[in-house]
């Protein structure tokens, strides 16, 4: 019994192996939510199954990193921006707190770290680093910088920063040790697959009862509220998942269900149809307008280029789509009449005076023109917005009720500084115009650029675009591997 249970594993394809370990793996973690130490630890558990079957541990603890993206608690540490009574007692009662998180992200891109270099130290290699490289390096120094120059409170805003590293030290790592190909693809897609379902079926459940589920692994643990604007008139509980927000959930799962979909017309696996129908089920009740507009713009222009460029691709799936008709578009029925009717209803009063969510998105956008205007160069640092608006007198909503610029573009150039935002946004176009200049399967090319294109939508209307996400996949096609310094470096 024992050697038929191996041997089945053993027979499993990697990219199976992966769907099923890595989800049963969270559904446990949610059934028994264990403390956070148990959780860290159960992530070395996580990597042991992974290398078991893949047998390479580069490849193994990169999975490992990728597995962990969904994951946001942690150890928290509470600070205190600005003391109590400078914000409305019933809203801020003792002052106004950020939060910073170690989270199991921390740990693995540290060990991503000392396993590279291990290997620069045990087996020295040829690092020239290209253009891309270095712009990624350059924006690395500025937010460094802008901790030191920009901020008025550089304790705070450094460790920040120093947290947000982690995504950078997994973009080389991969940059070092994986070659990325159809099978990595598979696997990925597979394992990707996995994490959307877990959140599909805990934000499903989280809908049911209308609140969080209490467990660990959920950064929101109460309700989120929302119902005072003009365009959300009463209190419609969003699913969040793991995610600090709805609208997190929403992008990142409105750009892995385009992912998802190529990786399906590509591959033909019911577990990758599975996904994106799940996926695509999630993102519509999430209530994120930021996450359809940035789904639509790349799945739109992803249907485009199919059509033009492969159109044969398009047509078996076509077909399956309409042979399960009867079940699909009824499901669908029901989830635009549910949630994404209501929702394009109540955004016509978006542009209402005092009260719509874009008026609101336009005074601190204007409060945060101000700010840059006067810290071009370095930014005020990280989560300095707030302060630096109350030392302006900007009492809008920047300061008087103190929510983060819902714009990636602005919010960076706040934080950090107009160069910076410059020099990440070149990155992202000479990576992306270098992955279509490649040799790599066209599918995968198209399903990278419009992953990537949906999530630069959706920062329009979002201070976060899920940088790690779009650095773990341009880390794949920006070059390949860096190999040792007496073998030929692969093209």
Same mark, same amino acid.
Not at 279 to 292: E, H
Not at 375 to 397: D, K, Q, R, S, W
């Given at each position: ?12 394809? %990697? ?40 047998? +390479? ?20 540490? &509470? ?8 914000? &409305? ?9 950020? %939060? ?15 396993? *590279? ?66 099978? !990595? ?29 209490? +467990? ?66 999630? *993102? !519509?009740?999430? !209530? ?23 159109? $044969? ?59 840059? +205007? ?32 819902? $714009? ?25 115009? +270098? ?5 790599? =399967?066209?599918? !995968? ?32 096609? %920006?070059?390949? =591997? ?7 470096? %692969?093209?």
């Amino acid at each position: 019994m024992k050697s038929f249970f191996f041997q089945t594993i053993k027979d499993l394809p %990697n990219e199976v192996y992966l769907f099923w370990v890595t989800l049963s793996f969270y559904i446990l973690l949610l059934v028994i939510n264990p403390s956070n130490y148990i959780i860290v630890f159960s992530f070395v558990l996580l990597f042991i199954a992974y290398y078991l079957k893949i047998k +390479k541990f580069e490849l193994s603890l990169f999975f490992l990193y990728t597995s962990a993206l969904i994951v946001e608690t942690g150890k928290v540490y &509470p600070i205190q921006l600005l003391p109590a009574g400078i914000f &409305p007692v019933e809203i801020f009662p003792n002052g106004y707190f950020v %939060n910073l998180v170690i989270t199991i992200i921390h740990f693995i891109s540290f060990a991503m770290l000392l396993y *590279m270099v291990h290997w620069l130290i045990l087996k020295p290699r040829v690092y020239k680093p290209n253009l891309i490289d270095l712009l990624l390096i350059i924006f690395v120094i500025l937010k460094i910088l802008s901790a030191f120059l920009g901020s008025k409170l550089p304790a705070l805003s450094l460790p920040f920063e120093a947290l947000l590293l982690s995504s950078f030290v997994a973009y080389f790592y991969a940059r070092f040790f994986i070659k990325f190909d159809m099978k !990595l693809w598979k696997s990925l897609a597979c394992l990707l697959g996995a994490l959307v379902v877990f959140e599909s079926l805990l934000g499903f459940s989280e809908l049911a009862i209308k609140s969080p589920l209490g +467990k660990n692994l959920e950064y929101l643990l109460q309700i989120d509220y929302f119902g005072h604007a003009a365009d959300e008139t009463q209190f419609t509980f969003r699913s969040a998942g793991t995610f600090n927000h709805a609208n997190a959930l929403g992008t990142w799962v409105a750009s892995l269900c385009i992912f998802l979909f190529v990786a399906w017309l590509e591959n033909k696996s019911n577990i990758l149809w599975l996904s994106f129908v799940l996926g695509f089920s999630l *993102m !519509l009740i999430t !209530l994120s307008r930021s996450a359809w507009l940035g789904f639509a713009v790349g799945f739109l222009l992803l249907i485009i280029y199919i059509a033009r460029h492969n159109k $044969n691709v398009l047509r078996p799936r076509f077909n399956l789509i309409l042979k399960w008709r009867f079940l699909i578009f009824p499901v669908l029925l029901i989830l635009f009449v549910l949630f994404v009717i209501p929702r394009a209803e109540s955004s016509l009063y978006s542009f209402q005076q005092d009260a719509g969510a874009v008026f609101f998105r336009r005074i601190q956008i204007l409060d945060a023109i101000e700010i840059i +205007k006067l810290h071009p160069i370095f930014g005020v640092g990280a989560v300095m917005g707030v302060y630096e608006g109350i030392a302006l007198n900007l009492y809008t909503m920047t300061a008087s009720i103190p929510l983060v610029v819902d $714009n990636w573009y602005i919010n960076t150039a706040l934080g950090n500084g107009l160069v910076a935002l410059f020099v990440f946004i070149f990155f992202l176009i000479l990576s992306l115009r +270098k992955l279509f200049e490649s040799n790599n =399967n066209p599918m !995968l090319k198209i399903s990278i650029v419009n992953s990537v294109i949906c999530l630069l939508v959706a920062g329009i209307f979002l201070s976060d675009i899920n940088t790690e996400f779009i650095l773990l996949l341009l880390s794949l096609t %920006n070059g390949g =591997n860096i190999v040792p310094a007496n073998e030929k470096k %692969n093209s």
